[in-house]
Nanobody
Framework: QVQVVESGGGLVQPGGSLRLSCAAS????????MGWYRQAPGRQRELVAD???????HYADFVKGRFTISRDNGKNMVYLQMNSLKFEDTAVYYC???????????WGQGTQVTVSS
């Protein structure tokens, strides 16, 4: 049974930091590209950042220089370090596992990030 579970969301003031974690089980982790997505109320879900099994990263322009994605293949974990948070970063953040070959994405249930003063 595949599970993708996010944690680490919460309430933070503008300019603050949060670190999100995503634990994946039931998959061969090293064969998946892992991504963080977010969805704000009334908006479509959008890619924040992703990282291949080899560590190649890709970021959306709106988080470049502020967020860092990383992964630990030994622990089946992926992280999103979020710094210099802005009001507009408020959203539910989702973790997704996408196989390098073939089809079959797996999503987590999401974790809420609220940036508010």
């Amino acid at each position: 049974q595949v599970q993708v579970v996010e944690s680490g969301g919460g309430l933070v003031q503008p300019g603050g930091s949060l670190r999100l974690s995503c634990a994946a089980s039931g998959i061969i982790f090293s064969r998946y590209t892992m991504g963080w997505y977010r969805q704000a109320p009334g908006r479509q879900r959008e890619l924040v950042a992703d990282i291949t099994s080899g560590g190649t990263t890709h970021y959306a322009d709106f988080v470049k220089g502020r967020f860092t994605i990383s992964r630990d293949n030994g622990k089946n974990m992926v992280y999103l370090q979020m710094n210099s948070l802005k009001f507009e970063d408020t959203a539910v953040y989702y973790c997704k596992a996408r196989p390098t070959l073939g089809k079959g994405d797996y999503w987590g249930q999401g974790t809420q990030v609220t940036v508010s003063s």
